[in-house]
């Protein structure tokens, strides 16, 4: 019992913070938005040290909640790295310059999966939905 109560001491030094820096306030230099009515709604903030975001809402045709906006902040480097995103019924997906890309697949799709694209495909088209 000695044992585990001292590995976890030794574990729980180990684990603090080694290099205490003094924390940077960081000021909002703008905020805005509109009030929310429904699905309506539009939210914009920006901080002095480069951090900037706005978001949009609204209702799609079929009264679903859509929303759009971006997230800006600045890299070691210095630049800028902005981030477009939207959120719909097809989910969230996310744009930006800096995320990976997708590999082509070197292979082709087997013939057993092709079909059962195809068929699920089909069964959409005919206005089957799960």
Do not use: C
Request: avoid cysteine; hydrophobic fraction near 50%; charged fraction near 20%.
């Amino acid at each position: 019992m000695k044992l585990i109560i001292f590995a976890a001491l030794v574990a729980f030094a180990a684990a603090r913070p080694q290099f205490e820096e003094e924390a940077i306030p960081v000021f909002v230099i703008r905020e805005e938005s509109d009030p929310i009515e429904g699905a309506n709604f539009r939210h914009e903030f920006e901080a002095d040290n480069g951090l900037s975001q706005s978001m949009v809402g609204s209702a799609d045709e079929n009264g679903a909640q859509v929303m759009t906006g971006s997230y800006s902040f600045p890299l070691p480097d210095g630049t800028i790295a902005t981030f477009n995103w939207v959120a719909d019924a097809l989910g969230f997906r996310v744009e930006s310059p800096l995320l990976p890309v997708s590999v082509v697949a070197e292979h082709p799709v087997p013939a057993h999966a092709q079909e059962q694209i195809d068929f699920s495909n089909a069964q959409q088209a005919a206005g089957l939905v799960w």
